[in-house]
């Protein structure tokens, strides 16, 4: 068998080839890099920092404050699989109000886009979609300086939804997870229209897009 030795160009050619691989490796792992803190709600929240996980607003007002909901945090029934945790933001009273957890991811890339994956969002109130405005609007919402996105869950299904967003000159992008209800009649004491208008959040991620 004849032997063949490596040339200098060869093993130049060998460590070129190399040095693009890592390049390559190392792009593919930035862009799937996960950015978001407690993207699976599996960690106790909320927190008192918005860029150290997710934070709860209540917006007050006409929307209500914090003792218009009976649940604003993490719930086994919010989870999207068995045993699991999820966040769920239920309210108490047949009022308008609204409440959202928010998260501020800090360190971006400006000018790069960004994609918000969501395995889980959903109402637990079927009649979510009737109405003019709806009677509840459950949402996630992504926000870089004056740019937004949002996309919506209804009452039909979990999901998967995503969306995405430019990164802008700050470096940061604030990811928001709404529920929003409007006045319901109160037909008597019974009435527990409002205890079913939860809205479950379950499984997200923020990436960067490839």
Not at 21 to 29: E, M, N
Not at 78 to 103: C, D, E
Not at 169 to 192: C, F, P
Request: proline fraction near 5%; hydrophobic fraction near 35%; glycine fraction near 10%.
């Amino acid at each position: 068998m004849k032997n063949r030795f490596l040339t200098p160009l060869d093993y130049q050619r060998a460590a070129g080839g190399l040095f693009l691989g890592l390049i390559f490796l190392a792009c593919v792992s930035a862009s799937a890099q996960e950015l978001l803190k407690n993207g699976n709600f599996e960690s106790p929240f909320p927190v008192s920092d918005p860029t150290a996980g997710w934070v709860v607003v209540f917006p007050g007002g006409y929307d209500g404050d914090a003792g218009d909901w009976a649940i604003a945090g993490r719930t086994l029934a919010a989870s999207r699989v068995s045993g699991g945790h999820g966040a769920h933001l239920r309210p108490n009273n047949w009022g308008t109000i609204h409440a959202y957890f928010k998260q501020v991811v800090t360190n971006l890339t400006p000018g790069a886009v960004y994609t918000l994956n969501i395995q889980r969002m959903r109402s637990n109130f079927k009649y979510t979609d009737e109405g003019t405005p709806p009677i509840q609007k459950v949402y996630a919402a992504m926000v870089s300086g004056s740019s937004s996105n949002a996309v919506h869950g209804y009452s039909t299904n979990n999901g998967p939804y995503s969306l995405t967003i430019t990164c802008d000159a700050s470096g940061q992008i604030e990811v928001q997870l709404h529920n929003w209800k409007r006045y319901m009649t109160n037909e008597g004491a019974e009435d527990m229209k409002h205890a079913k208008s939860s809205a479950w959040f379950d499984d997200f991620s923020l990436t960067l897009t490839p």
